[in-house]
Every structure is written in structure tokens, then in C-alpha cells.
């Protein structure tokens, strides 16, 4: 045997006959301690940065590092701190099946240069443990989660269900770091309560005396043969992983289980669609998308398309698709729109496919412009809450969002009568807050996290680009007449705003209604403080302190400028919010928002802070009603100066 390639991309898949790791070389285990030091463990994935400091680096840095390497080679401690973490995922699906057969697990990656290698580390161990390996290369990863659902659901024994899956990327991260993301039967990641053991068994595995050699030994077990079935079935696999994905699209698009339900409501999309074209543009960065089901889905509803960037691997700028990662696609959309005036949006998705941010054609400015992650979010929130407005729901309509979302979505739900929560940032602390909100006989439709414009729609448990195009879709393409208002109209209609109904209205019409709130992006340097504390708790309680002797000495300032008088603290810690008072401290490490209210009690604006989970940094926004620009600046750099103040005195 000898290294087996990608048929559908000629990218490296592996090599059963050559270990990752030279046993005559292995490192100590004081080694393999050393690189875990770094590592960062959440349930929203456990990451590091694995690729080598070497060429070739991502262009667009000015000072290559390790984290910008675009290198495939991956050293002997990181791989053998991979079989580790793969170790613990496979004995934790070992413990879950639910009989003796032979459990499954689905493997994927995104299109990370050291995707492979660690792929390769984690179908050894896994196989080595008697779990069979089903290897969907290069994935997006709402898809693989979807196939993890559709699998997962499968009765006992069925040939084709699986327990799970172990999902290699690094999210936005930059294409340096790499890491993994587990899920069971949800569909979606493990919670924070289910990664607990997993993180401890790692830990003592690391510590272990015997680390090295025992990762070593992981490695060396998997059965050759076995694992050149493993790698010369992934398209079999990924053929399966899009065909689940496409038919979970539908009914997360529709809100329909029925095939016929479904197809009533795609059809009329699709026509409409052909009545009045509509063309979006995607610049899909060499993400996990680019080997997708995107140009089937726009072909489907009759949406006109362009796919720039497309070929898996191949970055053209940083990976986090906010700010300058989102001009190319602004100066693509403004030729396609100067061919054909139907293209209105365009969209960049993030490395795993998860995340897609939003251009559009503002004919307002008469160019391009960004969709604030913010401004995404509301949208979305904005015609699921009209679609489920028009069928006069029998339960009450809840948002579930993460404690940085804009707090326009409060607004935008009361419209609607809807009640809005919130959970900790963290993808996994949304979807288990909507979910049990749902057992308490909610109805939940929409859930994410506003502050990265991430737009979970029910059944999904996890993000999706598509998600988020098929709101705006049907936003803009929905059927609308008097007799049947459209979701525009509807929304119109509850917000007192109907003399701004147009019959050609676009987006930019739809934006110009939605309540005025500005917000920090979470992705701007300065949302991101480098701090010395390591105790987060201890931090917040002295910002407590200082926040105090602030508030004071701005108390006029505050008043006459923003109306400000009065103020309450919340904590968010997993899926639970809750007051805190004074004592800043007791939201831990969780989020933490100060509302800034009125002499009503009516909120103003806040601030938020929390140490983030998957990177090394404390991020901070404002979020502010009617605000302008150096309004927001005000806020915020007062805020800043106040957790700087409180990091300096440690």
C-alpha cells in the first residue's frame, strides 16, 4: 500500500503503511506535557496551533508566525497529544453504545493544511479501539452534524447508524491552529456538562508518566487493512454526508417534515425566483463549503449564483469572515450586480463552513456593502418571527441567543410577542438552553449567537450559511400579496411601519426598518484585550469596584448624553442567565452585562465582558439604542480603560 489520494480534490488522504510518528524518535513525555500547556478546552472545540513554524505563511500577514503557517507538517508531540485527544473521544463512545455491535463514528475535516495529518492520528487510535472509522474528508460541518443526526437516530444495529462524530477544524481560527469537535445522537457538539469527562480523562492522560509511549502505542494499533478500507471509502462516506445534509437543508429552510409540505413551500420560492430573478455571490475563501451543497441549493430555488474561490485549501485572505476578509467579496458583488442588477447578497463563510457573513448591494450608497453580524442576525430573527407570525402559533415563541447579541433583538421579538433568552457565548449553551425551553413547551425556531451573526434555525444544532440565505430568501422571494402578506409586510404591519412597504422593496428597504441599535463587533482589535489575570472572577470584582467610582463621577454625563440614571448586572453561566448585584464576581468565568437603564428602567445600552473559551484573550463590547457612531466609542473605550484598570491591579 502507498498513499491514498482524494479522488474528487487529489488531496492527500493518508498512508496505512507509514506511521505519523518514527517510534526510534519518540518524544518524552515532558515534551508532550509542554505543547498540551497551550491547548484550549471547551465544549465549543479543543484547539491549538499544530501546523510547524515554517513556510509557506499566509500572504496576508505582515509577521508569519506558527498560528499563520500554512504548512501540512505536524511534529511528533502535537500528534501524539492528537492520539490522546482522540483516545478519549473513542472511550467515550465506547461507554455510550447502546449494545455490543461494533460502534461507528463519522471523521471529517475542514480544509486546514494539517487537517489530514491529524485525520490520519485520530482514524488510527479510533480503529485501534475497535470503532469503525467513516471518513467524510473534507466537510462542512453543519453537513457532517446533520449525517451525525440522521445516523445517530437509527435503531440499534442498523448497518448504517452511527454514535457520533469527530469533527478536526479550528473554526475561524487561523490556519495554523487546528483542533476537534465531538457530538454524540443531537447532532450537534457536546455540551459543556458532557465534555467534562472527557477533558479530565485527557488531563490524567497527559500527566501520565507513560504519556509519550502510550500515545505511541494508540497510534501503532490500528489494523492496516482496516484503515485502507477507511481511507478509500470517503466519497462513499461524503456521498452520503451531502445527500443527508441536502434533505435536512429542506426542512430546516421550510419548517416542514412532510417531502410534500416542503416541496410546496421550495417551489414557490423557486418560481418566484424565476419571476424575479435573484442572485447571490459566494466567495467561499478554499473553505469547507467549496465541496458542499451550496451551487445545488441556489440551483434548486432557481437562485442565479457565482462561486469565486472554490477550490478546497486555497485561502485568498484571513480566515474570519468579518471586516477586510469580506472586501473581495464586496468588489465581486459589485461587478456581478453591474452585469445582472438581480445579484443582491453575497456571503463568505469561515474555514468549517458554519459561519457565513453577508454583503449586499446597498442601492441607497450605490455599492457594496457589509451586513454587520449583528444586522444578520436581526434579519433572520426578523422573518423566521414573521413566518411563524403568519401560521398563528398555539405556543409561546421564544429566541434563544448568546449574551452578546445586540439587544435590538429584544425589540425586534416584542413586535412579534416572542420573549427573548439568554445563554453564555458558546454555540453548545444556546442550543441546550433552546432545547430545554422547547421541553417546556416553547416553541424556538430561531437560536444563535447575534454578536458573530451565527443563525441556528430548528431542527438544526449548529450555525449554517444556509440557514441564514434561505431566511433571506424567503424574505425577499416569499409569496406577498394583500389578501397573503409576505414576511416583510408582516413585519410592517406589527411595528407600526406600513407606509414603508414598496412593492420592489430589497434588503436595504427591510434594513431601513429594523429598531436603531449600534454594536461593537466582537471581531475588532479592540474587542479583544490581551490581560494578565488569570483569575476571571477575581477580575470582575475589581471592575465592581472601579465601575462604581466611574458611575459616580460620570453620573451627569451619562444622564445628559444618553439618558442613563440607573443600572443592573447579569450573569451568564452556561445556558443560565441570572442578576448578580454588585458581585460581579459570582458570574465566574461566564459573560457578564451591565444594563444601563433609564429613571423607567427602560435599557439603554450595555456593557459586556467575558474571557473567551477557544482563544487567549478577554473580549469586550457596548451595545447602544439609537447611537451613533462615537456614541459607541464613548462606551466602549470607557469600558476598555475600566477592565485595563482592573487587570493592572493584580
Known sequence: MS???????????????????????????????????????????????????????????????????????????????????????????????PDDAKPAVLLGIDTRPTGPALADVFARVLTGLGIEVRYCFIV????????AGKAAALSPGHPDRAEGFAYISASHNPPGHNGVKFGLHSGGVLSAQEIAPLIAQLKDSIASDDSASHALALIQAADK?????CYERCSEWKRHCQSAYTLFNHEVITGKKELGEQAVILDELAGACLVNPLGILAELNGSARSVSIDKDFFQGLSVRSEFHNDRPGQFSHRIVPEGISLESCMELLEKAHKNDPSFQLGYVPDCDGDRGNLVFYDKTLGKARILKAQEVFSLSCLAELAGLSGLAPTAPVAVVVNDATSARVER???????KVFRAETGEANVVNLAEKLRQEGWIVRILGEGSNGGTITHPSKVRDPLSTLGAMIRLLRGPDTAESPGLFRQWLKVSGQENMYKE???????????????????????????IRSTDKAALKARYARIFQIELEARKRELEERFGISTWKAMATIGSAEFEVGKDFASSGSGGLRILLLNSRAELKAFLWMRGSGTEAVFRIMVDIEGGKPEDEEYLLSWHSQMVKAADSSV
Not at 515532558?30 to 496551533?49: C, H, M, T
Not at 485527544?85 to 467515550?92: D, I, K, N, T, V
Not at 487493512?225 to 478500507?229: F, G, K, M, T
Not at 425586534?412 to 416572542?418: K, R
Open 3 to 97: 498513499m491514498i489520494y482524494h479522488p474528487g480534490t487529489g488531496l492527500n488522504i493518508g498512508d496505512p503503511d507509514m506511521l505519523p510518528v518514527d517510534p526510534a524518535q519518540s518524544p518524552l513525555p515532558g515534551q508532550l506535557r509542554a505543547e498540551a500547556e497551550n491547548l484550549i478546552l471547551s465544549a465549543s472545540g479543543w484547539r491549538k496551533v499544530f501546523a510547524d513554524d515554517k513556510e509557506p505563511y499566509a500572504p496576508w500577514v505582515s509577521e508569519p508566525s506558527s498560528e499563520d503557517s500554512l504548512s501540512e507538517t505536524v511534529a511528533s508531540p502535537k500528534l501524539l497529544l492528537a492520539a490522546l485527544m482522540a483516545e478519549s473521544f473513542g472511550r467515550f463512545v465506547l461507554e455510550q453504545k
Open 140 to 147: 462542512a460541518a453543519p453537513e457532517i452534524m446533520a449525517y
Open 225 to 229: 487493512e482496516a484503515l485502507a478500507i
Open 412 to 418: 425586534i421579538a416584542g413586535y412579534f410577542g416572542a
Open 504 to 530: 420592489d422593496f430589497d434588503l436595504a428597504d427591510v434594513i431601513a426598518t429594523l429598531p436603531r441599535w449600534i454594536s461593537t463587533s466582537v471581531f475588532e482589535p479592540r474587542a479583544a484585550l490581551s
